[in-house]
């Protein structure tokens, strides 16, 4: 008889914070860096804003605050690891 082996899923890298900082950044209007942080909801929601105009007055200094706060430390990815 053999022991029964459980299959487990390996532990997903850590993301970074300088790539997620400079993904906010640059291209935070349209929420990319929400993507890369498998945050999708809020990403599709950033997205959706900046098809319109008066969105991105809304998304443009939300990804300028979620930069900061990426920056500082403050965000986690979407299973709650921190970034590195």
Same mark, same amino acid.
């Given at each position: $008889? +053999?022991?029964? @082996?459980?299959?487990? $899923? ?5 993301? +970074? ?16 860096? &929400? ?5 999708? %909801? $809020?990403?599709?929601? +950033? ?24 920056? @500082? %430390?403050?965000? &986690? =990815?979407? =299973?709650? &690891?921190?970034?590195?």
């Amino acid at each position: $008889m +053999q022991p029964e @082996m459980q299959a487990t $899923m390996p532990a997903a890298e850590p993301k +970074q914070k300088i790539i997620a900082f400079l993904l906010a950044f640059f291209l935070g209007p349209l929420g990319v860096h &929400n993507f890369y942080l498998g945050k999708t %909801g $809020m990403g599709i929601a +950033q997205l959706v804003l900046s098809i319109t105009v008066i969105g991105l007055l809304v998304s443009g200094p939300w990804a300028f605050v979620q930069a900061i706060l990426i920056i @500082m %430390g403050k965000t &986690n =990815d979407s =299973d709650g &690891n921190p970034l590195v």
